[in-house]
């Protein structure tokens, strides 16, 4: 696993409250060296990010975390989730030209 995406998935560890971190883009195609981390997080819904500080914070901050990180980082609260969980995380799966492309759901056995 890239050190840029272990950094990531250890800060948002922390929190104590991911309740989904689904990885999609260059990490799970077939480039040998991909060149940026791109992650959707299901953060349960006691989550604050006014609790946040230093570069936890920074993963939840879309701009900042592509700036600091090199990786883009979208975000939903579960109950924010529409029309289902399992039905927002799917359309990660699919480009805006209308192709798929693949994602991975991370899990604790993973990282």
């Known amino acids: 696993m890239g050190m840029r995406l272990k950094r990531i998935l250890d800060l948002v ?12 883009g260059s990490f799970v195609s077939e480039l040998a060296e991909p060149n940026d981390v791109d992650l959707f ?10 609790s946040l500080t230093g570069e936890s914070r920074l993963v939840f901050e ?3 975390a592509q700036a600091h990180f090199g990786a883009s980082v979208f975000w939903v609260r579960r109950s924010a989730c529409f029309p289902s969980e399992a039905e927002m995380i799917s359309g990660w799966g699919l480009k805006r030209d209308g192709n798929t492309r ?5 899990t604790k056995e993973i990282t």
């Open 62 to 64: 879309h701009g900042v």
């Open 13 to 24: 560890t922390l929190t104590g409250h991911a309740a989904r971190v689904i990885l999609f």
């Open 102 to 106: 693949g994602i991975v759901e991370l």
């Open 41 to 50: 997080l299901v953060m349960d819904d006691a989550f604050d990010l006014n």
